[in-house]
Every structure is written in C-alpha cells, then in structure tokens.
C-alpha cells in the first residue's frame, strides 16, 4: 500500500506517517521499499495482529479488573466500614 | 544437536503501546488506596490465581501465576518503583508464558480526590515483544489493524 493512500483517511499529515512507518519499519512488523516516486508499506508477518490482540487483552483484562475493584470497595461499605487512614 | 526453532520463520520485532482507563470510586482515595496497597484487600479483585503475593513497598514485589489446567503457564512479576500513599503507585512488570517472554510494561496508577470520591487514573506502556501471544487463532482485520495501531502510536506520541 503506498504512504500516501495510507495517509489519506489519518487526520494527521503525510510527514507525521511517514515518521510512524519509519517507527513500524524499525519494530520489524513494516517493510516499505521505494519504486520511482512512490513508497510502499507492506506488513510483515504476525506481528501487528499478535500486538493488537496484546493491547486488547490488557485493556479488557484491566477494564474487568476495575470493575471487580468498585464491586470489593462496595462490598466493603455494605458490611464493616473499614478503618480510613486519610485524615 | 538443539536448534532453537524460533526466529528463523518468526524474526524478531518489537511494539510499543499505551492504553489509559479512568475510573471514579465513591470512596475516600485512602480507602482505594488501601485496596491496592493491603495484600488481602488485593487479591479479592486482583487476582483469580492461587499463587498471589504481594510485597508492597518501593523495591518490593507482586507475583501473579496462573493458566488453563493442562496448559501454559502465565507469570506476571511486578516491581514497585514510586508509592506515594494515597496519591500515587508506579511500577514496571513482566508477562511470561512458560519460558516465553511476552511483553514488558510501566504502569502508573493516580488517585485523585474528586467531589463524591476518588478518580483513579491507569497508564499502562508496553513493549510487546517478537508478536507472542496465544498461540493459535490468527485473525483477519489487517488493515484496520494498521491504522488501529498508528492512532494508537499517535496518541501515545502527543502524551509524551
């Protein structure tokens, strides 16, 4: 895919992308080879997939676990009120 | 002889992320700071694994084990850097499965007294490494994936 078809839908400018194809190149997870004018990205194996599944887990995973915080912080007021060490 | 049968087909490659939750408790920030800090108060909502330990002090450390019966073994091991009480933890942490590292992170948790409650603030950095993760179902969504990933590396670029 080339940079600039790549940028089109991005609300950021095209130099912006190409400092961040630059970054995913370096990550191993991007190839981009230059024909004429035109510069063109392709992805590289599992990577990508396998860090985005990454990121979805530990957010969900931490969404959960705050949920269960608010639930033990309610448990807690509903049966003994524990001691407050804040003045 | 041994080969390792890794990098050959897989290489090697590195992603870094950021993702941020906040959330409002309508208790003092002492009482959720508490819950964070106090070993047993944590393992209640932490942690659904037997082996939890928790050693909470600046240079102490947190260790979480766990998996499907039969199968890989995650293990999480946290070092703690900065504890402000009741305002601020940071710490940085480790993801095993089995021998495999996964994954490398700092997080930073701020709570903040808010009328009716404490706001409490998650940042979790990462670096993911060499694409591990569960192995087995490789999905579709590239593209999307892509892009996904450069507002991601956008928003983590204008939070530095």
């Known amino acids: 895919m080339a940079v600039t078809a790549l940028a089109e839908p991005l609300p950021m400018s095209l ?6 194809v630059r970054v995913l190149e370096a990550s191993g997870i991007v ?9 063109t990205c392709h992805l590289q194996s599992g990577a990508l997939r396998a860090a985005e599944r990454w990121i979805t887990k530990r ?8 949920d269960r915080l608010g639930e033990f912080l309610a ?6 009120a524990p001691t407050d060490p804040t003045p | 002889m041994t080969t390792a049968p890794v990098a050959a087909t897989t290489g090697r490659s590195v992603v870094h992320a950021s993702f941020v939750l906040e959330r409002i408790y309508p208790v003092t920030p002492g009482r959720v700071f508490l819950a964070w800090s106090d070993a047993e108060a944590k393992a ?31 293990a999480c091991d946290a070092l703690f850097h900065d504890i402000v009480p009741n305002e601020r933890i940071v710490y940085s942490y480790d993801l095993r499965r089995d021998d ?3 994954s490398v ?17 998650f940042t979790e950095q990462g670096a993911f490494l060499d694409g591990h993760d569960t192995p087995g179902h490789r999905e579709h969504g590239t593209r999307l994936g892509f892009e996904r990933l450069l507002a991601e590396l956008e928003r983590a670029a204008c939070e530095t």
Request: charged share 25%; hydrophobic share 30%.
């Open chain 2, 105 to 121: 992170s700092l997080v930073t948790v701020e709570f903040t007294p808010v009328e009716g409650g404490t706001r409490l603030v």
């Open chain 1, 31 to 39: 190839r981009s080879e230059k024909l004429g004018r035109v510069r």
């Open chain 2, 100 to 102: 495999t590292l996964i």
């Open chain 1, 59 to 66: 957010r969900t995973m931490w969404e959960h676990r705050l």
């Open chain 1, 15 to 20: 130099a912006a992308v190409l400092q961040h």
């Open chain 2, 44 to 74: 209640r909502w932490f942690s659904c694994h037997e082996g939890y330990t928790l050693d909470f002090r600046v240079g102490g450390r947190e260790s979480n084990r766990g998996g499907p019966p039969g199968g890989p073994v995650y």
């Open chain 1, 75 to 80: 448990e807690q007021d509903a049966t003994s």
